[in-house]
């Protein structure tokens, strides 16, 4: 059974600039995470994609593109070590296609409540989280959500999207 996630890719220049940050800071699994506002955590489905595409296809055209404004960081500690730079603008906007995509084959239990955000630092220690959660307090970047895509995980490449998928 193939694992998948949903996400909203983060455009250039800013995908790179944060990607490279958090391998910079030693979190390993950052080379084979594209950046992203996820919209679907990892899911196993069945081999057969054909009705999660043609769902999220269906999905996309209910949302209309919107804004996005990246601003500051936060964290989740203590609950999980995680630091992330928030969504400033647009958390409504994610929160509706989150709920449209997260439907049908793709109606998944989340472990935590849905909160879009931009993870730049995880499974590090406190120190280093600290260090990131300091140092990216004052990025920020501003961008036109038109599309999310399906990302589907291989134990070698990584997450790897196979879909794209435009609003509207």
């Known amino acids: 059974m193939p694992t998948i996630g949903v996400a909203i890719a983060i455009p250039e220049p800013w995908a790179s600039e944060l990607q490279d940050y958090r391998t910079g800071i030693g979190d390993a ?8 506002i996820t919209l679907i955590p990892p899911t ?11 769902h999220l296809a269906e999905a996309a055209s209910t949302v209309a593109p919107f804004d996005i ?12 070590p995680v630091v992330f730079v928030t969504v400033a603008e647009g958390i409504s906007s994610c929160e509706m296609l989150a709920g449209a995509v997260r439907r049908g084959p793709l109606a998944v239990d989340l ?4 909160h879009p955000h931009v993870t730049i630092a995880h499974h590090l220690d406190d120190r280093t989280l600290d ?20 990302y589907v995980h ?3 490449a990584g997450w790897r999207p196979t879909h794209r998928y435009e609003l509207g």
Do not use: K, N
């Not at 404004?69 to 999980?80: A, I, K, Q």
């Not at 472990?111 to 849905?114: C, E, L, Q, S």
């Open 29 to 36: 699994t950052a080379a084979q995470i594209p950046t992203h």
């Open 44 to 54: 196993e489905v069945s081999d057969d994609l054909d009705e999660v595409t043609t």
């Open 69 to 80: 404004h990246l601003r500051g960081t936060g964290t989740f500690r203590p609950v999980s």
């Open 111 to 114: 472990h935590f409540p849905y």
């Open 131 to 150: 260090r990131a959660f300091e140092e990216l307090a004052d990025f920020e970047c501003r961008f036109t959500v038109g599309s999310f895509s399906l």
């Open 154 to 156: 291989d134990e070698h």
